[in-house]
């Protein structure tokens, strides 16, 4: 399995940006696929999640502002985020789960600033 991630930038405080995470070389549905953010010198931090279901679950520090989806026919997954704050910059990665472990992407970069 792979997982490339990209739709990172920079935007001004109060802007959206979407990430995108296109999956391949495995069975799509049968993962739930979550997002995480770290920032320098800090401990990876979950974002949103959703399953196949899909059932969708949000971090407090996002909830109302971001959300989470998946097209399973593009096997992708996505991350809205919209009225974005100073506090959301960092580096976002989208992680695939399932029991047989976990499968990382690489980072895509989003800093929020005037």
């Known amino acids: 399995v792979q997982l490339q991630a990209s739709g990172g930038g920079w935007v001004q405080p109060g802007g959206s940006l979407r990430l995108s995470c296109v999956f391949s070389g495995g069975i799509f549905s049968r993962f739930t696929m979550r997002w995480y953010r770290q920032t320098p010198g800090n401990e990876r931090e979950w974002v949103a999640s959703?399953?196949?279901?899909?059932?969708?679950r949000y971090a407090d520090s996002v909830q109302g502002r971001f959300t989470i989806t998946r097209d399973n026919t593009e096997r992708t997954v996505y991350l809205q985020m919209n009225s974005l704050e100073p506090e959301d910059t960092a580096t976002y990665y989208c992680?695939?789960?399932?029991?047989?472990?976990?499968?990382w992407g690489q980072g895509t970069l989003v800093t929020v600033s005037s």
């Open positions: 992680n695939a789960n399932s029991p047989w472990g976990d499968i």
């Open positions: 959703v399953t196949s279901g899909p059932r969708k």
